[in-house]
């Protein structure tokens, strides 16, 4: 990963306390996390001395004899010990797409709303009891920040995301086959990307089935994603404009007639229509977030629907 002393957001507009403060109630749960963490917020299959009772099971040597059941031995004259739902700390891992047209834009790059949507949902994370990671997808996955526990562990995270950098040639599906090949314990990998990549959408969808998680898609847009005469830089009697890839940097200079705006936002529909439904089939998390907006309210519109991956 390509970093240096050049910072691309200040670390206090990352590590903001309105901005923790305001997500403090928010909670993100995972039905089925891999047993083996620590004892935590999260619900896992495996069977032990929790506080939720599951099941019963009949006694074996070995078993806990405060588990046995006395109730149920009196009544019929068996052994029986009572299973309760373990909580587990889960692992979050949170994969910034580090490409370029996540940072060619001005005033507000994508990567601001990125970065600060990693330290929204890692507070909460953290405040679960449960692990953070973050890494760089470009060319490869890069870990930024190794296995964080505790929002003690904030101000440094603020640190080490103030200082990405954009990576020329970057590949997103080929980053996530990576990082789906590193032996992480399973738990829930959260996406933080346009998603516009030269390989295209389905590439990427294949990638993202190589993950052996649960997952959150965060989806970074800009309004002149959908109407690009919105955009900055088109002046408002719509003359010829110029659109460049932010990826490859080639431009094409079009003119935005209704015919040619109609066009451009019915393959744009389609793109995202291919997004949602990815998500969807997968039972995966999908958040599309205006980067022109309030992270926060968007972040708890979602968490008000009810999350549960």
């Not at 700390?89 to 580090?98: E, H, I, K, N, S």
């Not at 079009?254 to 793109?271: G, N, R």
Request: aromatic fraction near 8%; proline fraction near 5%; charged fraction near 20%.
């Amino acid at each position: 990963m390509a970093t240096n002393s050049q910072q691309i957001m200040d670390p206090n507009l990352l590590f903001d306390p309105e901005l923790l403060s305001r997500i403090e109630h928010l909670a993100l749960m995972v039905s089925n996390v891999q047993s083996g963490g620590r004892l935590a917020e999260q619900r896992t299959r495996a069977r032990g001395q929790g506080m939720e009772f599951a099941d019963f099971k009949p006694y074996v040597a070995g078993d806990d004899l405060r588990a046995i059941d006395w109730n149920s031995y009196r009544r019929l004259g068996k052994v029986f010990v009572r299973l309760f739902e373990e909580q587990q700390a889960m692992p979050v891992y949170f994969l910034v797409d580090l490409s370029a047209s996540m940072f060619n834009e001005t005033p507000s790059p994508r990567i601001h709303a990125a970065l600060r949507s990693v330290m929204a949902l890692a507070a909460i994370v953290l405040a679960q009891y449960d692990s953070v990671s973050v890494f760089a997808l470009g060319k490869q996955a890069a870990q930024i920040q190794k296995s964080l526990t505790g929002r003690g562990s904030l101000p440094r995270m603020a640190q080490q995301l103030s200082a990405v950098q954009s990576i020329d040639d970057a590949n997103l599906a080929s980053a996530l086959q990576q990082f789906a090949g590193m032996p992480m314990r399973r738990g829930l990998v959260v996406v933080l990307s346009d998603f516009f990549s030269p390989e295209g959408l389905p590439a990427i969808s294949d990638a993202l089935d190589t993950l052996p998680h649960a997952k959150l898609l965060v989806q970074l847009t800009q309004p002149w994603d959908q109407q690009p005469q919105l955009h900055p830089q088109v002046n408002s009697s719509g003359a010829d404009v110029r659109f460049q890839d932010c990826e490859t940097l080639s431009v094409t200079d079009v003119v935005l007639s209704p015919k040619v705006l109609k066009a451009y936002q019915e393959v744009y529909q389609a793109f995202n229509d291919e997004l949602t439904h990815y998500a969807q089939s997968r039972q995966a998390g999908l958040i599309p977030l205006d980067c022109q907006s309030d992270i926060v309210e968007q972040l708890s519109d979602w968490f008000a629907q009810g999350v549960n991956l």
